[in-house]
C-alpha cells in the first residue's frame, strides 16, 4: 500500500541553523502539507500546497519558513534560522481529491526536530 | 476558525474493557478523521468517517455531522491500545485539518 514517507526520522540542530526536512507524498497525490506538533500539545496545521503553490498557510508560517516542490516527487519544509520553539514533530500529508475517499489525508510517520 | 473539543482527556481502561470518546465540533465539516498517535509519534490513519457509520475489528466510529459530533468505540481493549486519539475535521471553508486536544487512553494489563 502506498505511504508518504518522511526524512530524517530525529534531526538534531543548533538554534540559528537553517534545517530541511524532506517528504515524498504519495504519488498520485495532489494537495500536501505540513503539520507540526510541539511536545505534549495538539497537532497544529502549517501549510498546504497545491499546483505548485502555497494555498494556504498558518500565522505560524512566517517568513522563516518556505516550502518547495523541487521535482515530481519530493516536498520539502525549509526553516532557515531555527530557534528553540521550533523544536517538534514535523508532520507532512498528502491527498487525491479524486479518489474515493477524496478528502482525506494520508500522514508520513514524522520527523522530530530538536533545536539546541 | 472551526474549533474541535474531545472529551475525555484521559482515560484509564482495564484490559478487555469498552469506551466511548468523543469529539465535538463546531461548524460544518467536509472531512473528519479519527488518528492514534502511537509511542513512537506516528499518527496512524483509523477511520476517515465525514458522516455515517464505520467499523474495523474492534474499532468503530460514527460521525453525525448534523448535530456536529463523532464518537470512536473501542471494544475488549488490549494493552496495544494505548496512546493518544485525535479527531481532526476539515471545515467547509478550506482543506486543512483542525486537530482537536486528543484523548489520551491507557490500558492496563
Known amino acids: 500500500e502506498p505511504e508518504v514517507t518522511q526524512t530524517p526520522s530525529h534531526q538534531v540542530t543548533q538554534m540559528g541553523q537553517e534545517v530541511i526536512l524532506r517528504c515524498v507524498p504519495i504519488?498520485?497525490?495532489?494537495?500536501f502539507y505540513w503539520y507540526r506538533q510541539i511536545l505534549g500539545q495538539k497537532v497544529e496545521f502549517l501549510v498546504s500546497f497545491y499546483n505548485n503553490e502555497i494555498s494556504e498557510k498558518s500565522e505560524i508560517f512566517d517568513d522563516q519558513f518556505s516550502v518547495e516542490r523541487p521535482d515530481g516527487s519530493n516536498f520539502t519544509l525549509k526553516i532557515r534560522s531555527t530557534k528553540l520553539e521550533d523544536s517538534a514533530m514535523y508532520f507532512c500529508a498528502s491527498l487525491n481529491p479524486r479518489g474515493s475517499s477524496y478528502n482525506e489525508q494520508f500522514f508520513g510517520p514524522g520527523t522530530r526536530l530538536t533545536v539546541l | 476558525g472551526i474549533q474541535v473539543e474531545q472529551s475525555p482527556p484521559d482515560l484509564i481502561l482495564q484490559e478487555g474493557a469498552n469506551s466511548t470518546l468523543r469529539c465535538n465540533f463546531s461548524d460544518s465539516v467536509n472531512n473528519l478523521q479519527w488518528f492514534h498517535q502511537n509511542p513512537w509519534g506516528q499518527l496512524i490513519n483509523l477511520f476517515y468517517?465525514?458522516?455515517g457509520t464505520k467499523q474495523n475489528g474492534r474499532l468503530s466510529a460514527t460521525t453525525v455531522a448534523t448535530e456536529r459530533y463523532s464518537l470512536l468505540y473501542i471494544s475488549s481493549s488490549q494493552t496495544t491500545d494505548s496512546g493518544v486519539y485525535f479527531c481532526a475535521v476539515e471545515g467547509a471553508a478550506g482543506n486543512k485539518l483542525t486537530f482537536g486536544g486528543g484523548t489520551r487512553v491507557l490500558v492496563k494489563p
Open positions: 468517517i465525514p458522516s
Open positions: 504519488s498520485n497525490h495532489l494537495y
